[in-house]
């Protein structure tokens, strides 16, 4: 099926994954060819685009700037809808919540739309004058009919005096587009780093998404450290942390590899990859940060998890009662470091590419590893009823088809709550109540699975 696939529909993914089992080999994977999920009878394609994802992920966390898609008005609802709300008045301190569009129309695909856009950014200037700054994502049909939304964007932000960013990011420009907009958000940390700023000794600089706002609780762990968080990105960001990116001593790396290495190549920092994902990830990683310090930062660590310590392993023991042996499956692959969340209330946790552990301990690993859309819904099905999990994630558009169908499903309340709730060890009571909310509901009981109504026939 692959060799008749046209060659440019191919989205590369990690064709890589580590093992979740202790000393199991990682598991070696063929390039997923994104357009199986449209040849798949009956399955919906709907997904995000890289307009979708550069607006909402990179650029919509800068609070004091306007964003301005470029393209129809539908784009700009569709990426409004998942754009982080964040804390302050909205269009007098924040503006990334405000949802602005050129509402490209017919007549600007045959006549062009440059003086349109040019007009829009003058207008909402007028209108948000508090705004430090523009970005201009642009979709699908300025990419087809080749509009220099660069010159616009030189030209406004002479007239302005405000940066104006032009953001190449048609959604069907994936290889060379996701290129093009990682490298203008690259061109934007050069162009707007403070010149020569001596770090002070303990200040950092943190790399995080913007997670339902869980960067705020990653950040007083930092300062609780005795640390100074200079800048962030681009979780919680705004124009002078973008600034402040180089000025630091350390990086610390919440998930962010990639961008870590850019920062590196750009401002030569050291960095340092953590998780603050449940209890034991949280003290694995303040010692690790502590490590990169003084022996104050040291004490200060110890200390913070010297007092956590009794009311952690308070609720990881009343938890485990109702919580020990569930088995938590992903048709996505895992990183090991995402699952000890999991591993601290006693739950197991597995994968359709990784394999998945019994209640035994033995470990199963598939033969001929499948992504999720490389298999056919029975094939699904007939995996379910093998593994028979407590939790399944990693279904996407289908999840609702299953859930109907009896298994339990990860929903998107669930996934955002572990978001704000795993972070470190506040939540830790929080977090308890949700795992026993998706593995052991009292409503949850109501519905058997598929495999427990054959099994009762």
């Known amino acids: 099926m692959n060799a008749r696939l046209p060659t440019e529909k191919l989205h590369r993914q990690q064709d890589e994954y580590p093992s979740l089992a202790p000393g199991g080999p990682a598991v070696s994977m063929p390039p997923w060819n994104y357009a199986l999920n449209r040849l798949q009878v009956g399955r919906a394609a709907t997904g995000g685009c890289l307009y979708g994802g550069q607006s909402t992920t990179f650029w919509a966390p800068v609070r004091d700037l306007l964003h301005i898609t470029n393209g129809p008005i539908g784009c700009g609802v569709y990426a409004h809808g998942n754009r982080p709300q964040v804390d302050g008045i909205s269009g007098a301190e924040v503006f990334s919540g405000i949802n602005l569009s050129t509402d490209f129309q017919e007549k600007d695909v045959?006549?062009?739309?440059?003086?349109?856009?040019?007009?829009?950014?003058?207008?909402?200037?007028?209108?948000?004058?508090?705004?430090?700054?523009?970005?201009?994502?642009?979709?699908?049909?300025?990419?087809?009919?080749?509009?220099?939304?660069?010159?616009?964007?030189?030209?406004?932000?002479?007239?302005?005096?405000?940066?104006v960013i032009p953001v190449q990011c048609a959604g069907f420009r994936r290889g060379d587009g996701i290129g093009e907009t990682h490298n203008t958000i690259i061109g934007t940390w050069r162009e707007w780093a403070a010149q020569d700023v001596e770090p002070g000794p303990?200040?950092?600089?943190?790399?995080?998404?913007?997670?339902?706002?869980?960067?705020?609780?990653?950040?007083?762990?930092?300062?609780?450290?005795?640390?100074?968080?200079?800048?962030?990105?681009?979780?919680?960001?705004?124009?002078?942390?973008?600034?402040?990116?180089?000025?630091?001593?350390?990086?610390?790396?919440?998930?962010?590899?990639?961008?870590?290495?850019?920062?590196?190549q750009q401002f030569g920092l050291p960095s340092i990859e953590v998780s603050f994902l449940g209890p034991t990830a949280t003290r694995e990683s303040l010692r690790a940060i502590a490590a990169c310090f003084d022996n104050e930062v040291a004490c200060k660590a110890e200390r913070m998890i010297a007092d956590h310590s009794s009311d952690v392993k308070a609720s990881l023991t009343a938890s485990r009662r109702r919580l020990d042996g569930k088995l938590y499956f992903s048709f996505a692959p895992l990183h090991p470091?995402?699952?000890?969340?999991?591993?601290?209330?006693?739950?197991?946790?597995?994968?359709?590419?990784?394999?998945?552990?019994?209640?035994?301990?033995?470990?199963?690993?598939?033969?001929t590893p499948r992504r999720y859309q490389e298999m056919t819904?029975?094939?699904?099905?007939?995996?379910?009823?093998?593994?028979q999990p407590d939790l399944i994630d990693g279904l996407g558009q289908d999840a609702a088809g299953f859930r109907t169908a009896g298994y339990s499903i990860m929903d998107d309340c669930?996934?955002?709550?572990?978001?704000?709730?795993?972070?470190?060890?506040?939540?830790?009571?929080?977090?308890?109540?949700?795992?026993?909310r998706l593995f052991d509901s009292p409503t949850g009981r109501l519905v058997l699975c598929p495999w427990i109504e054959q099994r009762g026939r």
Request: glycine share 10%; proline share 5%; with cysteine.
């Open 414 to 436: 669930g996934r955002d709550e572990l978001n704000r709730a795993a972070i470190g060890f506040p939540g830790i009571d929080r977090l308890a109540r949700e795992l026993i």
């Open 337 to 367: 470091r995402d699952v000890r969340v999991y591993a601290d209330f006693g739950i197991r946790v597995g994968s359709a590419l990784q394999g998945w552990p019994d209640r035994e301990g033995r470990w199963h690993i598939p033969e």
């Open 377 to 387: 819904p029975v094939e699904v099905d007939g995996l379910l009823r093998k593994v």
């Open 202 to 264: 303990r200040d950092v600089v943190l790399l995080c998404r913007e997670m339902n706002g869980a960067w705020r609780n990653i950040e007083r762990l930092l300062v609780d450290l005795g640390l100074r968080v200079v800048a962030r990105w681009p979780g919680g960001s705004d124009r002078s942390q973008v600034a402040g990116l180089g000025s630091g001593r350390l990086v610390v790396s919440v998930d962010m590899e990639y961008w870590v290495r850019k920062l590196e």
């Open 110 to 163: 045959v006549f062009g739309g440059a003086n349109k856009l040019a007009r829009a950014v003058v207008e909402a200037d007028g209108l948000f004058p508090r705004n430090r700054g523009m970005t201009l994502p642009s979709t699908c049909p300025i990419a087809l009919i080749g509009d220099d939304i660069e010159s616009v964007a030189k030209h406004t932000s002479r007239e302005l005096r405000k940066p």
